[in-house]
């Protein structure tokens, strides 16, 4: 009895913790200060490689860590809302982060983990138990630099950015190389904007999927240019948490349409949130 206790005691606090990211992101006052590394001006300028194994496909996921000193949000609990912490952040080491969420996962192995730079906190390195010419790749961004993750995200979306890395002697593609790209985080494009351009370079349309709070809203313009197909993205407030894209990955790794895609991604959000399922449906969209 003590267990079940505690372990309920643990699914509510974790509840409670996003009650707060519902209200985050509508906190568009709070005077912040962001940290924006531009590309033209550091060591960091844009990689366009494209020498890898074109039988693999790769998923890239951004994450920007919750921060609640550096993000327009309404705090958390400042272990949670450390952004300088990837262990115990929100939205990467919590129950419900892409590190430990996608650990747990019977469909995906952990190959690889590693420390990047001071922008990236930590990069994993998945493969997929079945379809093993698939694989994850996840950064986590320092919460200070969300704007780098968010641009990192819509050039990687534009065929601008491209890199790659070589695991168990194969070579995959990332950022723009990458059949898909994820953005998880606090929409900071509602406390800042971005003036670079992200207009496509190569006709190729990737796909993407975006779990953040109005992304449907506050991303289009910009994705638009990018030429990029948004399988899922939100219409409203959202809680952004791993099992969303665990689920939505699931369909699409089958070969699933889009809509059913959108569909595993709802179910899973109505499942863990306990809300409807017309509820979820509405608020995870795809397409535009």
């Known amino acids: ?168 002697n194969t070579r995959i593609g990332l950022y723009g190389n990458s059949r898909l790209v994820s953005y998880i985080g606090h929409d900071g494009l509602m406390d800042f904007q971005l003036s670079e351009s992200f207009k496509n370079t190569d006709n190729q349309t990737r796909d993407c999927i975006i779990l953040a709070c109005y992304s449907k809203k506050f991303f289009s313009p910009l994705l638009k240019e990018t030429k990029a197909n948004p399988l899922v993205w939100s219409s409203h407030l959202m809680a952004p948490e791993a099992y969303i894209l665990h689920d939505a990955l699931a369909g699409y790794i089958n070969k699933e349409s889009a809509e059913q895609i959108r569909s595993r991604a709802a179910l899973a959000y109505s499942k863990y949130q306990k809300c409807s399922e017309k509820a979820a449906r509405n608020l995870l969209v795809t397409g535009w």
């Not at 990236?120 to 961004?141: G, P």
Request: proline share 2%.
């Open 1 to 168: 009895m003590h267990k079940i206790m505690k372990i309920y005691n643990s699914s509510l606090i974790l509840l409670l913790f996003f009650s707060f990211i519902f209200s985050n992101c509508e906190n568009k006052g709070k005077n912040i200060t962001t940290t924006f590394l531009s590309k033209n001006t550091t060591k960091n300028k844009l990689k366009n490689v494209e020498n890898f194994d074109k039988n693999t496909q790769t998923i890239h996921v951004l994450v920007a860590l919750c921060d609640n000193k550096y993000q327009g949000i309404v705090p958390v609990p400042e272990k949670i809302g450390n952004g300088q912490d990837p262990d115990q952040n929100l939205y990467w080491g919590a129950a419900y982060g892409i590190r430990t969420y996608f650990k747990k996962s019977k469909d995906w192995k952990l190959l690889k983990s590693e420390k990047k730079d001071s922008i990236r906190m930590e990069r994993l390195i998945f493969q997929h138990i079945s379809k093993k010419n698939y694989y994850l790749v996840a950064d986590a961004y320092d919460g200070q630099y969300i704007k780098n993750c968010t641009a990192d995200f819509l050039y990687s979306s534009s065929g601008q950015m491209k890199d790659v890395l070589t695991i168990n």
